[in-house]
């Protein structure tokens, strides 16, 4: 495989873009080719086997592109297929997960021998939030900290809408979703779906300041730039690289939108 050979990213929609712009900042020397599937969104509401299908229709269009690894930007994609996907090719895949593990570790303080238990909120998909997959991972740092699961469905559709820049309903969605809790206890927010990265801002206007907003696009995008070299199959310093973005959606509005999320 060759080293500038392209990465493959991809997403039910227009989420992944979030993690391709960190991609593009850390590892400025790799050809992406990017995948929206929004013609199918949202996949939060799908059940495993429909998300199995269309994740395993993609990663063969990539493979057919010569990618050298494949980055599912995705929460529900991750928990429904990436062990399927990692058995049937042989190429890294490399998965998403709440990053859950990033808010509960803020309780351990050098200072103190004792964790501090966190209260935290994970906002993720309906799917993301049922699979076994997450289940498993709250298991590790539940009896430590106080962890509750939100599914935030319409935040999906109002990114894939091209809405997120209609202040009002963002802040009566975010409101719907979370008055119900008492945020000045909230340790953090886990930013467990891609679409909601780019929410980040409006997070921090609702949340009181000493809550934290933490998502897993920087953790991914190291742990690919580690398999990568690893492999030897990082990109030389001397490679251009760039972005193709294509998606199921062949619409100019899709296109325009995925443009605009890339370079905001």
Not at 161 to 176: E, F, K, P, Y
Request: charged share 25%.
């Amino acid at each position: 495989m060759s080293s500038t050979a392209p990465i493959g990213v991809f997403d039910s929609g227009l989420g992944g873009i979030s993690v391709v712009r960190q991609l593009v900042r850390d590892m400025p020397h790799e050809r992406v080719l990017y995948f929206g599937d929004s013609a199918n969104a949202p996949y939060g509401v799908k059940t495993p086997e429909q998300v199995r299908k269309l994740s395993f229709a993609i990663v063969e269009r990539f493979v057919k592109q010569g990618v050298k690894a494949v980055v599912i930007a995705c929460n529900t994609a991750t928990s429904a297929a990436v062990n399927d996907l990692r058995e049937a090719y042989d190429i890294p895949i490399i998965g998403m997960e709440p990053a859950l593990k990033i808010a509960c570790d803020r309780g351990d303080v050098p200072s103190d021998p004792h964790h501090i238990p966190q209260r935290v909120i994970v906002a993720a998909t309906p799917l993301t939030l049922r699979e076994r997959k997450f289940a498993k991972l709250m298991e590790r740092f539940d009896s430590d900290n106080e962890i509750v699961k939100e599914p935030c469905p319409e935040l999906v559709e109002i990114v894939e809408s091209g809405r997120l820049g209609d202040h009002d309903l963002v802040m009566r969605t975010l409101h719907g979703y979370f008055d119900q809790y008492d945020l000045d206890r909230i340790d953090s927010v886990v930013l467990g779906c891609t679409h909601f990265v780019f929410y980040r801002d409006y997070f921090r206007e609702l949340l009181p300041e000493r809550a934290a907003v933490i998502d897993g696009n920087e953790g991914t995008v190291r742990h690919l730039g580690v398999v990568l070299e690893s492999l030897g199959h990082l990109a030389p310093e001397s490679a251009r690289g760039g972005v193709e973005l294509a998606n199921s959606d062949p619409s100019e509005r899709i296109a325009a939108l995925s443009r605009e999320l890339l370079h905001a």
